[in-house]
């Protein structure tokens, strides 16, 4: 996976802050190989969502550099996807018409559309409710399409914005192990916000640990289960102290703050 | 989930026909108010049964004042969609032009139409011309800003999306925004509806033109009261109702084509 040197995303001395707000971000570094999977985990107010928002190209940084694939953010719209916390499907279009709005609002020919809307709602096994609107959907079953319409445009990069936060722990433990075979045959690099450390120590390859107010990148957590995980890393031990262990930074980290 | 037991049965049954009850209830009162009047006061509510006799009897005129006064209608509530729709985009842009717009809306919404009807009469003269810009004045205002809430109130997320999307301003605009405001754009035409049969009669009252026998209802309503035909002239104010009905029957209708497959206010489990 890593044939290549040069990071896919980097930040480099990174600073946000909204109009004269008060500084949000201060002095963020981190970079991301090809492949990685980051998660970023910490208090709430501690920043994660803005450095999506920022590697997207949605909100510019006000100091230090982003590069993403080798340009800047707004540039690389193309090779991005973003899934949001709110599975954001417009209530009006079939599921198969809302996977197909990104590829629409880039001019891709209808004919193209439809096959690869198809084949993304395959990817989550939704194949079969092409055309059911959304509210005829299960809050697990939109948070899908969202996905699938992310994957839809065949990214390099994958944000995701605390994105099964407002499933039940069932539902969210299987979509995981979905998203990670999805990974497994699409190869993107991910990054991923979420509060849940069980999430996270699951998914990731790296976790990056922020502190609030303002937010600062605290830790970073390298972890090494081989992927494909399963219900079985769930339940190994070594997965199980893992998580202790990050929720044990999390929880200095929020001492921090008080 | 019920049962399709003897109760819902009885109570499908009731609700289907209580309207109905309430109905030959009211004309029942009706005809005992009249029958209670004194022989010198009985012309001032005229019976069911001369109320009838006249829709029988100027049944044509009647008609013919309904098709003058539902073209004033129509046109007017047609024109009052599609301007209240361009401005509505025109003022969804941004809050600047909100707020230099706004305030002569409401001038136009505040002058009372009794007034403007002269002017207009002045302006482009008695007829279809006058009653048609009458009701599109009356409609006009509520449809404005109902479109125009639903315009700046899609959902930011959503908007967020488009823009990740690296979406057009007129892809957000016609593909995002404008769908998203159909219901509020449904919600105000709803209004309309009710507004254009009651524009076009005042309309026809104050700016109608009666040469050649062309006078809506409005009209009709001037000689009947003057001449003190009081059953000729509930017949008149019932083909009003009816018009009123037909008009929000008709939006009602377009709405549940272009909502009823998306929105949650179609969902059945609501109901």
Known sequence: MREAQTPIVELKGVEKRYGDGPLVLDNISFSAERGDFVTLIGPSGCGKSTILRLISGLNPVSAGSIVVDGMEPSKAVERLAFVFQEPTLLPWLTVSQNVEVPMRLHGTQAATRTETARRSLELVRLADRMDYYPRQLSGGQKMRVSIARALSVSPRIMLLDEPFGALDEMTRDHLNEELLAIRQQLAWTAFFVTHSVAEAVFLSNRILVFSANPGRLHDEIRVDFPYPRTEETRESEPYQRLVAEVSKILRSVERLKA | ?271
């Open chain 2, 1 to 271: 989930m019920s049962a399709p037991g003897t109760g819902s049965r009885f109570s499908r049954l009731a609700r289907n026909l209580l309207p109905v009850a309430t109905g030959v209830g009211m004309i029942l009162a009706w005809y005992a108010v009249c029958l209670g009047l004194s022989a010198d006061h009985r012309f001032l509510l005229p019976s069911p049964r001369e109320v009838a006799q006249a829709f029988a009897e100027k049944g044509p005129t009647l008609w013919s004042a309904a098709l003058s006064t539902g073209s004033g209608a129509v046109l007017g509530f047609g024109m009052a969609v599609f301007l209240s729709f361009a401005l509505a985009l025109f003022l969804s842009l941004s809050a600047l032009i909100r707020a230099s717009f706004y305030p002569y809306l409401m001038v136009l919404q505040m002058t009372p139409i009794i007034v403007i009807a002269p002017i207009l009469v002045l302006w482009v003269g008695p007829g279809l011309g006058s009653v048609t810009i009458i009701t599109f004045l009356i409609c006009f205002f509520p449809m404005v800003v109902n479109t125009t809430q639903g315009l700046i109130s899609t959902d930011r997320n959503l908007v967020d999306f488009f823009r990740m999307c690296k979406a057009s301003k007129l892809q957000e605009i016609f593909l995002l925004r404008v769908p998203a405001a159909l219901p509020y754009f449904f919600t105000g035409l709803k209004i309309g509806a009710t507004l254009a049969p009651i524009g076009a009669i005042v309309g026809d009252y104050i700016a109608g033109n009666s040469a050649g026998g062309q006078g809506g209802l409005g009209f009709l309503t001037i000689v009947y009261s003057s001449q003190f035909q009081m059953g000729a002239l509930f017949a008149t104010a019932a083909v009003g109702c009816l018009m009123g009905f037909v008009f929000v029957a008709g939006v009602v209708a377009l709405s549940w084509l272009a909502l009823h497959k998306w929105h949650d206010s179609f969902s059945r489990s609501d109901t």
